[in-house]
């Protein structure tokens, strides 16, 4: 297919199976079928472990839960095996699967290397999965910006030091313990809007609550699914540098704390409609994202469906934690440094 054309890459994906992609490189009789899952050793690295590897065929993606530590849908495979771009692994699935390139691509579009236009809806020669509705927009003013400042927050509080936070970190994001006031008794965290503006503090209970207390505490009118815990910041890092998504305030700065420097919390395990609005306002089609929630029941679901609306307009890697349980603050600085050091 003559390069100039532009690749629509979720009708590539959308016509592909793992199935028939592992079955084109030969490996589809190494894996094992359980249900609706395939498993066996990991091909890209080379790996022998019959489990490291699996397949989700009504979801049609994998993941690499050994030296890989990733995952992804089919053209993400590809990439990985052959060590190409998206855009090749597109053009490789159109050639070794007999896709029609005119149901792929347009006639006068650049390639989708040298431009950031999202795809256009084609007609594809086979049915395409059912996919999730689409977030429903969030109505509402924006959060207005707080006219004060918490100020007289202690930063050497023992919950702070448990959490395994330096005082440059502490002073850099502003969080400390509220004696009193609108967050008293609880380690108070500033929220910023895009802008640098204190939107809201969270309050979070340090150490584990009383029953009926809950572990945060926002103001009353607050609606955090706008905004992205350290937006303002991040957003000013070069474009090229991948941007990490985590869940909570604490995974952010710890994974900040350890130099990485472009990353978010969504405050929770799910991203709304308002959030993926403002994490595609900062990226653009050559961006790379990585999605590192905590390795739970709502971890593993948030990721998938995250990862999946994310990478209609840039590349999306999952990160899989070995053990259950496991958040982005378990680790070390110099697995943070393995893990998104080639990407900083």
């Excluded at 009789?29 to 009504?58: A, E, M, W, Y």
């Excluded at 347009?106 to 256009?120: I, K, L, R, T, V």
């Excluded at 609005?277 to 929630?293: A, F, G, R, W, Y």
């Amino acid at each position: 297919m003559p390069k100039s054309k532009f690749v629509d890459f979720k009708a590539v994906k959308a016509a592909i199976t793992m199935e028939q992609v592992l079955e084109h490189y030969g490996l589809l009789d190494q894996f094992k079928r359980s249900g609706d899952s395939l498993s066996g050793p990991c091909p890209i690295h080379k790996g022998s472990n019959p489990t490291q590897f699996r397949v989700s065929t009504s979801k049609n993606v994998w993941n690499c839960f050994s030296e890989c530590k990733h995952g992804g849908n089919t053209l993400d495979f590809i990439a990985r095996m052959d060590n190409v771009s998206i855009h090749a692994a597109a053009n490789q699935a159109i050639e070794w699967f007999g896709l029609d390139p005119a149901t792929m691509s347009g006639n006068s579009e650049p390639e989708a290397a040298e431009s950031c236009d999202p795809p256009q809806k084609r007609e594809t020669s086979r049915p395409t999965p059912a996919a999730k509705p689409a977030p429903v927009p969030e109505n509402g003013t924006p959060n207005k910006p707080l006219g004060f400042r918490l100020d007289k927050l202690e930063r050497e509080h023992p919950y702070l030091s448990e959490r395994g936070l330096t005082l440059e970190t502490l002073v850099d994001f502003g969080v400390g313990y509220c004696a009193k006031g609108m967050m008293a008794e609880r380690i108070a965290i500033p929220i910023h809007n895009p802008e640098g503006n204190v939107v809201a503090y969270a309050g979070r209970y340090p150490g584990e609550p009383p029953e009926g207390t809950p572990k945060y505490k926002l103001p009353q009118g607050f609606r955090k699914s706008f905004e992205l815990f350290n937006l303002d910041r991040a957003s000013q890092e070069p474009r090229e540098i991948t941007l990490v998504i985590v869940e909570g305030f604490f995974g952010c700065m710890k994974l900040h704390q350890f130099g990485c420097r472009k990353v978010v919390a969504l405050m929770g395990s799910t991203l709304s409609a308002a959030q993926e609005e403002l994490i595609k306002k900062h990226t653009d089609c050559h961006s790379q994202i990585i999605v590192m929630l905590d390795e739970d029941e709502a971890g593993r679901a948030g990721r998938e469906d995250i990862a999946t609306r994310l990478s209609k307009f840039c590349f999306v890697k999952i990160h899989v934690f070995e053990l259950d349980g496991q958040q982005p603050e378990d680790l070390s600085a110099e697995e943070v440094k393995q893990l998104v050091g080639g990407v900083l």
